[in-house]
Structures are given as structure tokens and as C-alpha cells.
């Protein structure tokens, strides 16, 4: 019970501290190229790390449990050794968790923006306005739930090997960082090219968090072209 408790804690700390870290270290960057970018949003950035750091916990504790479970009793079908599996299966798992995680996040966040559940749960994330690098994680509990323990749910049902699931959190946190910094970081050349029609960067959500009821994905805009919601991209 204690290793449990501490796998639990352990986790809780690695989110929180990674949160704290990337977040921080765009929030700096966003200071050096767009001083005063974020200038009389003091009071809504410590929302956005209060909520952030409940969060973290909410993200955590299940990853700790996990964690726990799969070095102890193999309850999970991630894998180390490389070989276990044909080689191929590492790049085509990356796709498919982010598939997976796109798909899931962008219908949980259309039925998020239905009227009784935006008041009562997502009206959190959009009271960053604008949304700066502290937002990626700025969540309601109930939706810190519903969008933070899908991987977790898919590690018991998609095997994956343990490198490319730390991948997949890597993309999974620096995007949602970068689309939230409220300025574009990335070239014009990449963000308007034919693979920019397909990305979700913060031109991208940006537009999301100025109109609400388009661009909802989280990594691609397969979902929204094909629901036809999306919006283009704005210039932050």
C-alpha cells in the first residue's frame, strides 16, 4: 500500500513540476519576443495555476496508480523491450494514440460547449481570455477528468512501448502550451502550407477561443474539416 501511495504522490509531483516547467519556460519566451504580451493578466494567470495544479493531481494520482500496477502486476500493456513487438508498431502507435486522443478530445470538448455544461464545467478554461502558456491545464476538475484520463485508459487496451508513450505526453504537453500562448511561434510558411492545413497550432486555437463554437480539436483538423467547424486560423 505505501509503494502505491507513493507511485500516487510521485506522479502527482512529475506532472505538476513538468507543468510548471514547459508552461514556464513558453511564458518566458513569450516575455523575450512579445514583451508585454501577457501585461495586466496577473490576476488571471494565478487562476490558471490554481486550476493547472488541481489538475496536475487529477492527472496524476490515476498515472500513479498505473504506473504501480504495470511494474507490479503487469495490469497495463505497455512494454519496454522494443523487440516485444514487430518495430513497425512504435511509429504506428504514436499515430494511433494521438488519433485516439484527437477524436475523443474534440467530441468531449463539442459536447463541453453545450450551454448547461459550458456554465458548469468548461466556462473554467475560457475564462482565460485571452489564454496564455499557464492555460494548457487550466481545467474544472470534471473536465481535467474527462481529458487527462483517456491515455491512461488506453494503455490497458493498445499496446505501447514505454519510449513512445513518454513521447506521446511529450507532444501532448508542449501543444497544448504552444496553442495557447496566445501568439504564433511557428513560421507562417509552416502554418499556412498544405501540413498546416492539417495541424492545430495557436493561430488555430487562438480562433477557438475567440468564437467558441468552431476549431475544436487538440492535435489535427481532421475532425473539424470533416464537421465542417472549422474556422481557419486567426493572427495572434
Known amino acids: 500500500?505505501?509503494?502505491?501511495?507513493?507511485?500516487?504522490?510521485a506522479m502527482?509531483?512529475?506532472?505538476?513540476?513538468?507543468y510548471v516547467?514547459?508552461?514556464?519556460?513558453f511564458a518566458w519566451l513569450t516575455a523575450r519576443v512579445r514583451p508585454g504580451h501577457y501585461a495586466g493578466l496577473g490576476?488571471?494567470?494565478r487562476m490558471e495555476l490554481g486550476w493547472s495544479l488541481v489538475s496536475c493531481a487529477i492527472y496524476g494520482l490515476p498515472a500513479g496508480i498505473i504506473a504501480?500496477?504495470?511494474?507490479?502486476h503487469g495490469w497495463t500493456m505497455i512494454y519496454t523491450n522494443p523487440g516485444a513487438l514487430p518495430l513497425w508498431w512504435m511509429p504506428v502507435s504514436l499515430v494511433v494514440y494521438l488519433a485516439a486522443h484527437d477524436t475523443w478530445f474534440y467530441w468531449t470538448h463539442r459536447w463541453m460547449h453545450r450551454p448547461a455544461v459550458f456554465r458548469r464545467i468548461h466556462a473554467v478554461h475560457h475564462a482565460s481570455r485571452p489564454p496564455t502558456a499557464w492555460a494548457a491545464m487550466n481545467f474544472h476538475p470534471i473536465e481535467a477528468a474527462i481529458v487527462g484520463l483517456f491515455i491512461p485508459a488506453l494503455v490497458f487496451v493498445i499496446p505501447i512501448q514505454a519510449g513512445v508513450l513518454a513521447t506521446v505526453l511529450v507532444i501532448m504537453t508542449?501543444?497544448?502550451v504552444t496553442?495557447?500562448?496566445?501568439?504564433e511561434m511557428f513560421p507562417k510558411g509552416l502554418v499556412q502550407s498544405r501540413a498546416g492545413h492539417w495541424l492545430i497550432t495557436a493561430s488555430h486555437h487562438s480562433r477557438h477561443h475567440e468564437q467558441y463554437r468552431c476549431n475544436y480539436g487538440l492535435y489535427f483538423r481532421l475532425w473539424d474539416h470533416l464537421c465542417r467547424t472549422d474556422r481557419g486560423i486567426s493572427t495572434p
Request: proline share 0%; no cysteine; aromatic share 8%.
Open 1 to 9: 500500500m505505501m509503494a502505491l501511495i507513493l507511485s500516487a504522490l
Open 12 to 18: 502527482t509531483i512529475i506532472v505538476a513540476v513538468r
Open 21 to 25: 516547467m514547459v508552461s514556464g519556460l
Open 43 to 45: 490576476r488571471q494567470i
Open 68 to 72: 504501480w500496477g504495470w511494474q507490479t
Open 174 to 176: 508542449i501543444m497544448g
Open 179 to 183: 496553442n495557447h500562448m496566445g501568439w
